[in-house]
């Protein structure tokens, strides 16, 4: 009898509990395994008038009200795009002082950038937002991609370059990294937001095509193909509106011809019309006025809101859109049920970082491969410059970072040699330093020079304002503290020589026919250190690329050779149009001192023939390319091969060659790789402003292949009929 009355006695209790369980079926908006636009409605139509206002504005510097009486969270977001920012006292600009939110530091995203490697954007990503839920966030506020056009801009160091591709197809990896992890990247500043000079008031002129072929793809790219949650408004006027609250840019382009159905936060303190915020498509109002509870009602999507919402100058279905975005993110991040564990400066974090640093270190110059150093063959190392010693990620504005560490370059040099050599450090030059101390302190370098074996200099800008800084612009393209003649001085010695360049930007090189090794290493973030000295001693192999042109002179950059930057203060007109960059400088016949997608290696890879599988084809037809590239140098190494297209005849001016296609291979002494690209006709086109839409003209192409911008190793022409 037994054997029958126990299983069936299970059987029933499990019965009556599924009823009951079912019979307290959780809301739908709670319920995890619902899709989230049921959710989404499902709490739209419980939630109050208040209540939805609420959700749209700042009520704290760094956050905004969920739902208390729902018990839905709040939106907590961080800057920057490099790590978390320090807290913030709740209703101001102060750092809290905490103990508990010291965190990564990784490289700034112009490092990211010259890895060229999209598997390591993604990794970067995925790390950051692992340590964003670590700290409760949903919101980081990144990947900046605004396009540089100018080097004077303070900012390029958050920024991914000079080349629309490059830079979209590194911000989409980076945020389906962040988005792995159910946090939010906001990708910004939406849109030609591409100085610090007057960037609040300054009104941004630029015409269509070029909007559509420079400014554009990147954001257009972390929406139709990122799949971005959210994006921030820029702070400048675009054809004389504000970017927080721009009916074109958010309305007719974002929102309908692209179709986001994001978040649009406004850059903090970027909002200025409470009737443009409502109508012209702004979701999420930050940082427009702190101090104290009552500042935040005054936010324009605040109480302002609420009267026009009583009144009914403002219709409810207006609000219920900006709300479903706002909703829509909480139940993709918080709400979700899906965010991974966090994590917070492990060592999987910081080894992460350093991966990403090592990569993006771009070997500029290596005459006579001095490069990597052979300790055995050295006694004493001497180390000069302040940045071999100064810390960088914890400044330069928002995107500052409460680093738990960094590791600085004259730290990561001496912990890789260890006991076998000599490695004494001589400041050469001080960020503060009088010129007269500065007149000492070169002559002290040089004659320390005389004592070593090899020099590492360690200098080039800082995130001080006017170098590599938030809100303001350089005010020169030289370097900053009389380096210029300090690294003259020690070529003068006649001693191996090896610069280091720590620089979100290019600057001028009166000195380069004198030094025998560049390394451009950017902001590295917290194992910057380690990254370089791997990098110096051979441990690891560079393969970053530039992601924009060095310039050899200010007078170079058309926007500057056209005076048009940074504009009279009120307008900044983009007079060179698409003619960004290396398109600037190859329609001109100008030689740059370092190309756009340059970088040594210490191997050396060999090209094969480029192959296309149709020599015409139609715009409906793709176009395959192919090519082989082999590791004949005796060092494993990575390459990045290049795709250019070239259009032969256009009837519109076209730039001689235009980056559409790039894949990182890694290879191993005397290994081949094949690397083929599939273009389509979105490959060929440009953007018609005549008939508003992108064109592929039929007539003759060239694509080629290279190992830079300048160093084309291959063509093959076809015809697009
Ligand atoms: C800053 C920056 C923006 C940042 C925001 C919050 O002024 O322009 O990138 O995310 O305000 O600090």
Not at 38 to 65: C, I, N
Not at 116 to 138: H, I, T
Not at 446 to 461: F, K, N, Q, S, T
Request: with cysteine.
């Amino acid at each position: 009898m037994n054997d029958i009355v126990k299983p069936f006695t299970v059987i029933a209790v499990s019965c009556f509990l599924a009823f009951i369980g079912k019979a307290q079926t959780v809301p739908v908006y709670q319920d995890m395994s619902a899709p989230v636009e049921d959710r989404v409605e499902d709490a739209l139509s419980r939630m109050t008038l208040e209540e939805k206002v609420a959700l749209l504005h700042a009520d704290r510097s760094y956050g905004a009200a969920g739902v208390p009486r729902l018990g839905i969270p709040e939106n907590d977001l961080t800057d920057g795009p490099s790590g978390m920012r320090p807290e913030m006292v709740w209703q101001t600009w102060a750092h809290a002082g905490m103990s508990s939110d010291s965190c990564t530091a990784y490289p700034a995203l112009v490092c990211l950038a010259a890895t060229w490697n999209p598997d390591l954007g993604y990794l970067f990503g995925r790390s950051y937002g692992r340590e964003a839920v670590y700290r409760s966030k949903n919101m980081i506020l990144g990947p900046g991609v605004n396009i540089f056009r100018t080097p004077m801009n303070g900012r390029n160091f958050e920024y991914m370059g000079e080349d629309p591709y490059l830079t979209s197809e590194m911000a989409v990896s980076y945020i389906k990294g962040v988005q792995s992890d159910h946090v939010a990247a906001c990708v910004k500043h939406f849109a030609v937001n591409n100085q610090e000079t007057g960037r609040t008031t300054i009104n941004t002129v630029v015409d269509e095509r070029t909007l559509h072929e420079i400014y554009f793809p990147a954001f257009k790219t972390a929406v139709q193909e990122g799949g971005v949650w959210a994006i921030m408004g820029a702070y400048n006027k675009f054809d004389g509106q504000h970017c927080c609250h721009n009916r074109y840019l958010l309305k007719d382009v974002l929102k309908g011809q692209w179709g986001f159905d994001g978040v649009v936060v406004s850059d903090f303190g970027g909002t200025h019309d409470t009737k443009e915020a409502v109508e012209n498509g702004l979701d999420l109002e930050m940082g427009t006025d702190l101090g104290s509870v009552e500042a935040f009602r005054r936010y324009k999507l605040a109480d302002p809101y609420l009267e026009m919402l009583r009144s009914g100058e403002a219709s409810m279905e207006e609000l219920d859109d900006k709300v479903r975005r706002v909703l829509r993110m909480l139940f993709r991040t918080k709400m979700s049920g899906r965010q991974p564990w966090g994590l917070l400066a492990s060592e999987t974090n910081m080894a992460e970082s350093r991966r990403i640093a090592e990569e993006g270190i771009v070997l500029l110059k290596n005459d006579a491969d001095i490069l990597p150093l052979n300790l055995s063959d050295m006694s004493r190392i001497l180390v000069v410059g302040e940045n071999a010693c100064r810390i960088m990620s914890r400044s330069g504005g928002s995107s500052e970072v409460k680093s738990k560490y960094e590791i600085v370059p004259l730290e990561g040099i001496r912990t890789r040699v260890k006991d076998s050599v000599d490695v004494i450090w001589q400041p050469g030059y001080m960020s503060d330093a009088t010129p007269e101390k500065v007149d000492s302190l070169r002559k002290e370098a040089i004659m320390a020079a005389h004592d070593a074996d090899v020099v590492i200099y360690v200098g080039g800008l800082n995130k001080e304002p006017g170098q590599d800084c938030e809100g303001v612009d350089r005010q020169s393209f030289n370097l900053p503290y009389m380096q210029d003649e300090l690294i003259s001085g020690l070529a003068a010695t006649g001693k191996e020589l090896v610069l280091v360049m720590i620089s979100g930007n290019s600057y001028a090189m009166p000195w380069i026919n004198d030094v025998h090794a560049l390394v451009q290493a950017w902001y590295g973030g917290s194992e910057a250190g380690s990254a370089i000295a791997a990098v110096l001693f051979g441990d690891v192999n560079p393969s970053g690329k530039l992601p924009f042109s060095f310039h050899k002179s200010i007078g170079d950059c058309g926007a500057n050779a056209l005076g048009a930057y940074p504009g009279d203060g009120k307008k900044v007109e983009y007079s060179e149009g698409i003619f960004v960059g290396y398109r600037w400088l190859e329609k001109k016949g100008i030689e740059p001192r370092f190309a756009f997608g340059h970088g040594l290696s210490y191997t050396d890879f060999k090209y094969g023939k480029v192959r296309i599988d149709h020599k015409r084809i139609s715009a409906d037809d793709s176009l395959t390319v192919s090519v082989s590239v082999t590791n004949s140098g005796n060092l494993p190494g990575a390459e990045v091969v290049q795709l250019y297209i070239g259009d032969k005849v256009s009837s519109l001016p076209r730039p001689v060659k235009e980056l559409k296609g790039f894949r990182k291979v890694f290879l191993a002494p005397g290994q081949t790789a094949e690397v083929s690209f599939v273009l389509h006709k979105d490959a060929f086109s440009f953007y018609d402003p005549g008939v508003h839409r992108w064109v592929a003209e039929p007539g003759g192409f060239s694509v080629m292949i290279g190992s830079s911008s300048s160093d084309i190793r291959g063509r093959a022409d076809f015809v697009l009929e």
